[in-house]
């Protein structure tokens, strides 16, 4: 089965940082872009950042650029979202997905196939 699986959500106070993992299971993340959705209750989905599978770029949204970073483990088939420095605006469900044909559209993978089941971020005192 082709599955993205998440993990590394949690609670945290403004300040703090947590890591996300995708681990592909079924499949290879060589020359998939990969990356970084969120949604917070309310609101639509929000690309957070992509990393290329065809020369390695990152991209990122505006609201967490200088506080989060996208790395990718091909060997171990993961991609990681560190995430430092968390606002309570950070508050969001977590969701990785995959683009077979490697690119990104900014903060997003242009044509995503694949998506994790997501995992909860919440960012308070």
């Known amino acids: 089965q082709l599955q993205l699986v998440e993990s590394g959500g949690g609670r945290v106070h403004p300040g703090g940082s947590l890591r996300l993992s995708c681990a592909a299971s079924?499949?290879?993340?060589?020359?998939?872009?990969i990356g970084w959705f969120r949604q917070a209750p309310g609101k639509e989905r929000e690309g957070v950042s992509c990393?290329?599978?065809?020369?390695?770029?990152?991209y990122y949204a505006d609201s967490v650029k200088g506080r989060f970073t996208i790395s990718r483990d091909n060997a171990k088939s993961t991609v990681y979202l560190q995430m430092n420095s968390l606002k309570p605006e950070d508050t969001a469900d977590y969701y990785c997905a995959a683009d077979h044909r490697g690119l990104c559209s900014g903060p997003s993978p242009r044509h995503v196939i694949y998506w994790g089941q997501g995992t909860q971020v919440t960012v308070s005192s």
């Open positions: 990393i290329s599978g065809t020369d390695g770029r990152i």
């Open positions: 079924g499949f290879t993340l060589d020359y998939y872009a």
